[in-house]
C-alpha cells in the first residue's frame, strides 16, 4: 500500500506541474503571461459583481485559492502595478480595501477563462462526460479529505 500511496503522490505532483505548465504556455500564447495568478482575477470579477463593489478578504480569498494570505496579497500588489486592478479603502471597514477590475483586468479576466477552457478540453479529451463527472467527484472527496481538520481520524 505504501508503494501505491508514493506512487499517487509522484502522480499528483506530475499532474500539477504539467496543468501549470500548460495554463502558463497557454497564457504567455494569448499575451496573458504577466497575469501571475489567472483564477485570482477571474475570481475577482465575480467579487465586482457585488453592488458594493467589495472585494472577499484576503483571508477569504487565500482559502479559495488554497494559497496564503501573503501569496493573495503579493499577487493583488502585482496585479496593481501591471494595471489590472485598482484599490480603493472601503467606507465602511478600513481594515479592507474595494479591489476593481480596470479595462485591462476585465479583458484579461475573458482571456483567462478561454486559456482554462482550452487547458480543461485538452486535458479531459477522450473522458466521457460520465467519466469526467466521476472524476470530479474523486477529486472533490480528495480535497474534502485533505482540507477538514478531522481528516487524520479517518485514517
Not at 39 to 57: H, K, N, T, Y
Not at 72 to 96: F, H, M, T
Amino acid at each position: 500500500m505504501e508503494d501505491l500511496f508514493h506512487e499517487m503522490d509522484l502522480l499528483s505532483r506530475q499532474f500539477n506541474q504539467a496543468h501549470r505548465a500548460a495554463v502558463q504556455a497557454e497564457l504567455n500564447a494569448a499575451g496573458l503571461g504577466e497575469v501571475g495568478h489567472p483564477m485570482l482575477v477571474s475570481i475577482l470579477q465575480s467579487a465586482g459583481e457585488d453592488p458594493d463593489g467589495q472585494c472577499q478578504a484576503q483571508r477569504e480569498l487565500a482559502s479559495l485559492l488554497h494559497v496564503s494570505p501573503a501569496a493573495v496579497a503579493n499577487s493583488l500588489k502585482c496585479l496593481e502595478r501591471d494595471g489590472y486592478i485598482r484599490r480603493e479603502p472601503w467606507q465602511r471597514d478600513a481594515r479592507r480595501n474595494r479591489v476593481f477590475l480596470t479595462e485591462k483586468g476585465a479583458a484579461a479576466v475573458e482571456g483567462c477563462r478561454d486559456v482554462f477552457r482550452r487547458v480543461s478540453a485538452r486535458m479531459m479529451a477522450g473522458f466521457s462526460l460520465e467519466e469526467c463527472s466521476q472524476l470530479m467527484g474523486f477529486q472533490r472527496r480528495m480535497l474534502d479529505n485533505l482540507t477538514h481538520s478531522d481528516s487524520h481520524e479517518k485514517e
